[in-house]
């Protein structure tokens, strides 16, 4: 049987824990969990976290959205998702979010979609945009970019007329 930890061990780890990357409440409050301790306990350590320096929500979402679309390829869809789903308040999402380098971010689809149609085989280019709208928006992309990158890389574009 496994000893549960002590609050202050928990503090302790929990705070070396952050110390190795950016961690949002959530995170914290999950790991807190696993190590067996009390939710009023998990409040406490969360808050000493906090004024501490080591849990800083809004850097936790710039550094998230940085992240995933620099080494994951992300689009803002689906990275707003899953910022919500840790909880995260919608001013810090939105701010880090409109931090975004729009042509960055139109370089990064592009790349990802020139990758993705190398690995496709098919003699049918309508069916292999198909496959790739799928995967960019699998991705989190939003359509008007996808079309047109799409546009860009080769693949018909008639139906949609976005401007930069």
Known sequence: ????????????????????????????????????IARDKAA??????????????QRYCRSFVNDKIKFDGWGRTKIVYVLKQKGLPATYINEAITH????????????????????????DERNIRAKLMRFASSRGFELPYIYKILGRTGAPDEEYDYDD
């Open 44 to 57: 406490l350590i969360i808050e000493h976290l906090e004024n501490e320096g080591y849990i800083n929500e």
């Open 100 to 123: 975004i380098d729009d042509e960055e971010y139109k370089n990064r689809l592009e790349d990802l979609l020139n990758k993705k149609r190398k690995t496709l085989r098919s003699d």
């Open 1 to 36: 049987m496994k000893k549960s930890l002590t609050p202050d061990e928990a503090l302790f780890r929990a705070a070396a824990y952050c110390s190795t990357g950016e961690k949002c409440r959530s995170d914290i409050a999950e790991k807190l969990g696993k190590w067996g």
